[in-house]
């Protein structure tokens, strides 16, 4: 068998999440299965980070989904000369649903047929990033970026309809010319054909991330666990709203100042500033800001992991706590939530919005470690339904079955 996969960057496990897991599928589809994997991809990555090993590899932006890119036609041909050329069977889509129709339209002008799997890694509708007027107060300097936002957010009533126009037709298209459209969870079904204005589902499939790592925690370090609570990811607040979480925490310490509990975010982004300037106006004083750091040392010493994201996918930080025993407390804000954590048991599900069930929540656990320890017990169990070796089996079943 040999597969494609089309990505934004170079395959590599270190640029962030559609990263590794398709550096994780691409090594078990090598060593484990014996097929041979190509890598189709837009942006060549930084010469210090390790990149996947492949069996041949091609440089050339597919994805255009406004349409206003010079060279993404010559690109597609040249792309699928390449697929000929190593006789690929199957095409997987790892960015951006335009890409499909594009594929599909050069393999015909070309006299070749390859399969084409395409991968959407956000919930639904939530890959398109709309501007409001608001956003402008963000400019801080005179640049061809600050430009953008400031037109963007000035046209907002024009530009954002017609945004998500254009990204409604790529939905659709990519159902059109795609084999399958495999989506993070049975959820997101639904929210797909609402999305995209179609009523036929034949071609969806469900398919979870794998668990980032091989391994999780011993016995032993989960006995050494600190009071820690945690959050890893990328500050920005658009999406995980960390704000809240800083209030949350604001409160917790006025509620419990000898408390040897402390709250650790890992990561960057670009609210990270503000970040800072919030958590300094609350005066709190067991929180710490640990830059962008491996985040397994982080996982391992924490005993609770905090996330109050606005939308997600299948966000991969979560089953990446339950692997090391980091007890989850989430906001109900994505619907893939309820098919990786089933309150009470490996972590606790709180209403969207609701600060004062969170703190709660925090401070019942707290409190109770022997509940703490089962649910961290029952995540570490829980969590091997994303094993790896499960995920990529699954894998396997989907690519043989669609070359029947």
Known sequence: ????FYTQQEITPYTGGIGRVTSILTDFFRYHYGW?????FAEIVPSNFTKTEVDGALQGRLHDRYGIRKGIKANTLQAVRFLKKNQVDIVIVQTSMDVPMRLRMAMKQIGYNAKIITCLHFAPGKDIFLNRLSDIKNVSAFSVGGMKIILKSALSVIYNPL???????????????????CLLSESYKDEYCAFAGIQERHKLLAMAN???FGTGISANEQNRKQPVALVVGRLTEFQKRISMILSIWSRFEKKHPESEWRLKIVGNGSSLADYKKQAKELGLKSCSF?????????????KLFLMTSAFEGFPMTLVEAEQFGCVPIVMDSFSSLSSIITDGKNGRIIANHDEDGFLSAMEELMANPEKLQQLATNALEDCQRFSQENICTQWKKIIEQIMQ
Do not use: H
């Not at 068998?1 to 494609?4: C, E, G, V």
């Open 1 to 4: 068998m040999n597969i494609a």
């Open 36 to 40: 041979k994997v190509f890598s189709l």
């Open 163 to 181: 945004i998500t126009s254009l990204t409604k037709k790529c939905y659709r298209n990519a159902y059109r010319y795609s084999d399958w459209v």
């Open 210 to 212: 794998p668990l980032s």
């Open 290 to 302: 640990e830059g962008l750091q491996n985040p397994i040392p982080y996982y391992k010493e924490s």
